[in-house]
């Protein structure tokens, strides 16, 4: 539907505003996408107890996840304009739940970088691209609102996984909590997916805040860089540089700072809950 159809349709001029569902939407998935994803630090010592391998050889399978993930996001994008986020975040959460599921079973280091470094790093590839890009084709105003609270999903996922996942370790053990902590992502991740629309086109609807530009005479047409040409801007390697150090930093501690703790004889309760303070912090920043 072209733009002038849609604002000619009366759901554009009047109704609920389908935007808002599709940020609470893209805010739960991020919760249960990356809440998950920063637990690894709390399953480490578990893992590392039971099959006596070193933390370089543990911790390289999320290594392994972390770099699927950041080159698999140019093709999820891609994918996601091609098929619809719906599509690809459904695909991208039954690879999660199935990666943690597997997890459960594992009893060799290869097993671990397969399942965790490839089909969890090729699910999560899914997670921040195909999302923030589709809430912001909803929104021409707030759209940093709208895009910083789906962001903001990450710290709560961060905020209550860690401490989560800690109870159940010690409740049951590291494979069962697995199993649960994956069904739980599979269910999530695949129902909100279900509720997500690639543009307000597709709904008869205009981005909110549309209605303003026009008023005001700023054009509806945005024009935008192909990826062959924004490989040779400057401003595309800065970002880019800047998330690799991001990431790397950011990755390091939330991998080791638990096994770390623990080493320095904190309780291993609050360990984890050095994690969800590190989440729930992030939580201002990214909003």
Known sequence: MSSHEARRSPRAESGFFYGYIVVVAAFFIMVGIFGLYYTFGVFFKPVLTEFGWTRAMTSGAFSLSAITHGLLGIAMGGLTDRFGPRVVMTLCGFLLGLGYLLMSQIGAIWQLYLFYGLIIGVGMGGSFVPLMSTVARWFVKRRSMATGIVAAGIGVGALVAPPAANWL?????????????????????????????RDPAQLGQLPYGENKREEQGVGLETDGLSLREAVYTKQLWLVSGMFFCLGFCVFTIMVHIVLHAIGLGVPATSAAGILATIGGMSIVGRV
């Open 169 to 197: 370790i010690s409740t049951y053990d590291w494979r069962v909590s697995y199993i649960i902590l994956g069904s739980i992502v599979l269910v999530i991740v695949i129902l909100a997916a279900q509720a997500l629309r």
